[in-house]
């Protein structure tokens, strides 16, 4: 994987339960990792569900992070995505990560 085309920052998200002051648990993202990724397509697509919704879907290439998993998310400029499939790249030198924006 060249270094050069990882021109983008995304932060990696995992959902955690805290207690709030009342000691009720409370459902927060906490960053588990802010990596430098290449963008490699950003599409939308529109289905036909219950009338036309419109999905983003972005795959993220970076660098290898054990742990990751389709529960956490990707902070990327403002918006948030939801992590559909994980692929490792060759033997644990990268991740090509496929996400649907969150609405």
Known sequence: M????????????????????FGTPAFTW????TLR??????????FIENGAE???????????LPGVTAADRIHYLGSDFNIKELKEIGRREGL????????
Not at 37 to 46: D, L, N, P, R, Y
């Open 2 to 21: 060249r270094s050069g085309k990882l021109d983008r920052t995304i932060t990696i998200q995992r959902s955690t339960d805290t207690p709030d002051e």
């Open 30 to 33: 906490t960053d588990l990792a």
């Open 37 to 46: 990724a290449q963008v490699v397509q950003s599409s939308t697509e529109e």
């Open 54 to 64: 419109e999905k983003t879907i972005v795959i993220f290439r970076t660098r290898f």
């Open 96 to 103: 090509e990560i496929r996400c649907v924006r969150s609405v």
